[in-house]
């Protein structure tokens, strides 16, 4: 593993369980922020909750700055974890937000980070949603004709200046990407080849285009296809540059960089992507367009593996040989890990029993389900786990990224989760 300058290194940014291992919690059980998972349920009321950690945070963002050019700005996509302490922490590590919604434009502005520093893509913005950003203030990534016709609309109404950039939908798709968002026909973005065309339209509508955001997919572990991507992101965003009607100023090259959640998952080498930003930097970006702000806008990446959901079980049952644990909590809350939210072929979750009332020794094969009435609520299928009995409690990690805020938290009635941060 890389150490980063400042001496943290990426695998000091995980909990103590995943470092040693799927199932294992070292010593008397899992310690979030310090703090004994049982006396957390405790402090926040009860189970299910999802805890993230505050302290992994920061870890995990030192090291990627250390590992990153100097050059690059680091952002944080708020879609990833939108929890209100998250993102007001967050706002003291990273360089400005990725936003999707005005409801995550409401929560980053409350942090007290810079509008100019706020990014807004996402399609299907409603003219409501344009007027809060262009009050604010905020980058709008145009991704249409339309909406550069409402900015334009809602500029004029406001008597305020927009600022704006081009959503591109890029020309290539990027190998090994959990979730592809450009390339190909694509509801994000402006095709490439249309971007020159559009960038007529946006100056004539008065508007001042500032530059590009190019993102084309998400969950990528392999170095290689990322370098490849962000090769052929810089070298796009170079061409379309020629049809801008001043320098490149803003250059968001997304985010994307990939976790571990099966155990087979080689983690990202996020050094060897690094090294190749570094180098479009100095040859390619910097003597061509010395005045553009060269953004990453990760989310995953920065608290996907600072987070676990804690769960109780309520009850142990067989049937037919099967030994399934029933847990208080489920897909309503951790979607992603019953495999139904960016997986073709179900995985496994990391999961452990983070806290026994009475240990026995010995370790047992089981089915972890959810309380939902639904067979697609799993948390753990055929996994081997030291005995758990009703009242122990059951930790899935990697839960800090498209957990809570990426699950469907009405179906069925159940109360919603606490959250906190430690
Ligand atoms: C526009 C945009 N930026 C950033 C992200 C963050 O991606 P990730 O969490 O994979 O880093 C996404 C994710 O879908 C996105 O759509």
Redesign the pocket.
């Known amino acids: 593993m890389v150490a980063a300058q400042s001496g943290v290194t990426l695998d000091e940014t995980l909990f103590p369980a995943r470092r040693t291992g799927r199932g294992e919690i070292p010593g008397e059980g899992l310690e979030i922020g310090g703090i004994p998972v049982a006396r957390l349920a405790e402090r926040v009321g009860g189970t299910p909750f999802f805890a993230y950690d505050r302290e992994l945070i920061s870890r995990r963002v030192a090291a990627v700055r250390d590992i990153l050019p100097a050059g690059i700005h680091l952002h944080y ?1 708020v ?2 974890n939108p929890m209100p302490a998250v993102l007001h922490h967050m706002a003291t590590l990273v360089d400005g937000f ?1 936003i999707a919604s005005a409801g995550e434009l409401g929560r980053a502005l409350d942090t007290g980070v810079r509008p100019e520093l706020i990014g807004f ?1 996402g399609p299907g913005k409603t003219e409501a949603e344009l007027r809060r950003a262009v009050a604010a203030g905020v980058t709008v990534e145009l991704e249409s004709a339309t909406e550069v016709r409402r900015v334009r609309k809602v500029a004029e109404l406001l008597g305020l200046p927009a600022r704006v950039a081009v959503r591109v939908n890029p020309d290539f798709t990027v190998k090994g990407s959990g979730m592809r ?1 450009g390339g190909g026909p694509q509801q994000f973005g402006v095709d490439a080849e249309r971007v020159p065309a559009l960038l007529d339209e946006i100056t004539r509508a008065g508007l001042d285009p500032l530059g590009f955001h190019i ?1 084309a997919g ?2 990528n572990l392999r170095a290689d296809s990322l370098r490849e991507a962000q090769e052929a992101t810089v070298e796009l965003a170079l061409r379309l540059a020629e049809s801008l009607p001043g320098p490149l100023r803003y250059l968001n090259l ?4 990939g976790i571990p959640y099966a155990t087979r998952d080689t983690p990202l080498d996020l050094p060897s992507v690094g090294e190749r930003l570094g180098e479009l930097l100095e040859t390619r970006i910097r003597p061509r367009q010395p005045a553009a702000r060269v953004v990453i ?5 920065l608290v996907g593996e600072a987070g676990v959901y804690v769960t109780r079980v309520v009850d142990r049952k067989e049937s037919r040989g099967t030994t399934f644990l029933v847990v208080d909590g489920g897909l309503h809350h951790q979607l992603a890990a019953s495999g139904n939210f960016g997986q073709v072929i179900r995985r496994n979750y990391p999961i452990a029993v983070a806290h026994r009332a009475a240990p026995v020794p010995g370790e047992e094969t089981v089915t972890v389900v959810g309380c939902l009435c639904t067979p697609l609520d799993l948390l753990g299928d055929r996994v081997s786990l030291p005995r758990a009995e009703p009242g122990d409690l059951i930790a899935v990690f990697q839960a800090g ?1 498209y957990g809570l805020t990426a699950s469907p938290t009405a179906f069925l009635g159940h109360p919603e989760p606490n959250e906190v941060l430690v």
């Open positions: 996509a879609k990833a990725d893509a968002l993102f998400s969950q997304g985010g994307g960089f806008e990760l989310g995953r990446y990224a």
